[in-house]
């Protein structure tokens, strides 16, 4: 069942849900099942048609290619013709360097999806990013939102379905139709170097509320979501991209601070899970434990038998060191599919994972019934998501979706909502207009910038007021002398942190703290607002700050 190449332009436009306006109107050539909305997240099974047709008609090698998402080659559909051609992958990853402006993303995924067509059964592709925002971002174009953290501070899930469904239309404009966010991690170590401000707070609840709500909307608006990264980076202080972490807790500690957000993954039904480069003795219970991607005790055990989840599971980029310490790649690809995974993300030598799994069945170590369990969920997600059916973008219609103003407006609406004034010292803030100040630290420019917009008078010498950006500043020297001179000065200071909060452990009689959770644009002109007054803040903290005794919760208002 050769699945026919489309030949109808998909719709320009996504539904943005909590923004005021709506695009209702049906292109030209679309038929009513085009317009027809997704199924969110947590709607009833989802019973695939064209899915088991598709599998009955592939041969091993086509089934071991849905297997595989594998990094996208330059910046056009030609140059990943060949790739495409040659293994008929499940997806596609972008990356910056794939990326230059919106006519160019939306005709390359436009390209790789005809060239998709044209190979075997003509399945699909998933076209995959990493745009979780904040921190993590692919693209050079469209909307930067607040991080993870800024919006667990708002504590609106509301703020958060519409940071996920704006997301969602710009990416669904450009091609792209699977974003791997977002980070249900529990971020309780200060000290995590990967996850941070990626994580939406330290309390599980609170992210198991956001992660999930994020992850309905970007399946409600035409984007399959990745929720990440089981079964928890949150508790480590070693980056897997660079080590394998070693997380230690005792199972009933795991299950009560870092269990609950994929718990409700699970019952809500996500269309992905993606596994974590972690090593959890303590979970796995082997003599010879496996980082989670590669545990059968994990995969299979927790989260398939025990927690019951039958959607796609995805490794993490099967290139970081946190899973190549031990095994050789294509062991590596074989003992992914041992313990349940279904997806490879990235292997580093695609032909040599497809020798290995090849091989595998071909010796009975793996059978082609388990190769099948996994190649229908995946394609059984693709139907889900309306994958299977589309029709390629319109490069044409993406940049009236990707340039929309309305979704900037979303962005800083998010970033307003998050600012957290944690400490005020003499009623410090708001500073009357015409206030002097000094700008210092982490992003003094746009500081600067946006201060001068809020009605303060931004100046060199002679302030009443020194504003220090930071980020990081427990491990900067050079950040907490910024602080050190303006007080030894005389100078109120108020510090903004742009990072995590726990800067505040650095600054323990600091005048003036407002936490932001980000650096981009919208994150510094919130903090600008709130000091000038012309926005209240209203954030409160979602992690605690142990350093500095201060607890979650949070939030001074003015």
Not at 147 to 153: E, I, P, Q, T
Not at 203 to 221: F, G, I, K, Q, R
């Amino acid at each position: 069942m050769k699945l026919p190449v489309p030949h109808a332009l998909a719709p320009a436009c996504v539904g943005l849900a909590l923004i005021a306006t709506a695009c209702s109107t049906e292109e030209v050539g679309s038929s009513p099942e085009d317009n027809e909305p997704q199924p969110s997240a947590g709607a009833e099974p989802f019973e695939p048609v064209l899915a088991p047709q598709l599998l009955a008609e592939m041969g091993l090698d086509e089934k071991i290619g849905q297997l595989l998402v594998l990094t996208a080659q330059g910046t056009s559909a030609a140059d990943n013709a060949l790739m495409i051609e040659t293994y008929r992958p499940g997806g596609i990853i972008y990356f910056d360097a794939n990326l230059t402006d919106t006519e160019q993303i939306a005709t390359m995924s436009a390209g790789v999806q005809e060239i998709a067509a044209e190979q075997g059964q003509g399945v699909p592709l998933f076209v995959g990013i990493d745009q979780e925002q904040g921190l993590v971002v692919r693209l050079p174009v469209g909307t930067r939102f607040p991080d993870a953290m800024a919006v667990g501070a708002t504590r609106d899930p509301e703020l958060a379905a519409l940071r996920a469904s704006t997301t969602a239309a710009e990416l669904a404009a450009l091609g792209v139709n699977l974003n791997y966010a977002p980070d249900a991690d529990v971020n309780t170590d200060p000290n995590n170097p990967v996850i941070g401000i990626r994580s939406f707070g330290s309390d599980p609840d609170l992210v198991s509320e956001m992660a999930v709500t994020e992850a309905t909307a970007y399946s409600e608006n035409g984007v399959a979501s990745a929720v990440k990264h089981f079964p928890g980076h949150g508790d480590t202080d070693v980056d897997s991209h660079s080590g394998l972490p070693v997380i230690d807790l005792p199972r009933d500690q795991w299950e009560a601070e870092h269990l609950p957000p994929f718990r409700a993954a699970v019952e809500a039904d996500v269309d992905m899970i993606m596994t974590a480069h972690v090593l959890m003795p303590q979970l796995d219970g082997g003599d010879d434990p496996e980082p989670a991607t590669l545990s059968p005790a994990l995969i299979d055990g927790i989260l398939r038998d025990e927690l019951g989840y039958d959607g796609v599971v995805t490794t993490d980029a099967l290139n970081m060191e946190g899973v190549r310490q031990r095994h050789d790649d294509g062991e590596i690809a074989v003992r992914v599919l041992e313990a349940g995974v279904d997806q490879l993300l990235m292997p580093p030598d695609p032909a040599t994972a497809v020798a290995a799994i090849r091989t595998a069945v071909e010796e009975g170590r793996l059978t082609e019934e388990r190769i099948d369990e996994s190649v229908l969920r995946v394609l059984t997600l693709k139907e889900k998501r309306g994958v299977l059916e589309a029709a390629p973008v319109d490069p044409s219609a993406a940049g009236a979706v990707v340039d929309d103003p309305a979704h900037v407006e979303a962005a800083q609406r998010v970033a307003d909502a998050s600012a957290t004034l944690v400490r005020n010292e003499g009623d410090l803030l708001p500073l009357a207009e015409g206030t002097a100040v000094s700008v210092q630290g982490v992003g003094s420019d746009a500081l600067s910038t946006a201060l001068t917009g809020a009605g303060l008078d931004v100046v060199t010498g002679g302030a009443d007021v020194a504003v220090v950006g930071t980020n990081g500043a427990r491990g900067s020297e050079e950040q907490r002398g910024l602080v050190e001179s303006a007080r030894a000065q005389g100078l109120p200071v108020v510090v903004v942190s742009q990072g995590g909060p726990y800067d505040l452990e650095a600054f323990p009689e600091v005048e003036g703290f407002l936490a932001v959770y980000s650096a981009v644009d919208v994150s510094v002109n919130a903090a600008a607002r709130v000091i000038g007054g012309q926005v209240k803040p209203t954030g409160t903290l979602p992690v605690d700050i142990p350093g500095a005794g201060v607890e979650a919760g949070t939030g001074l208002t003015l």
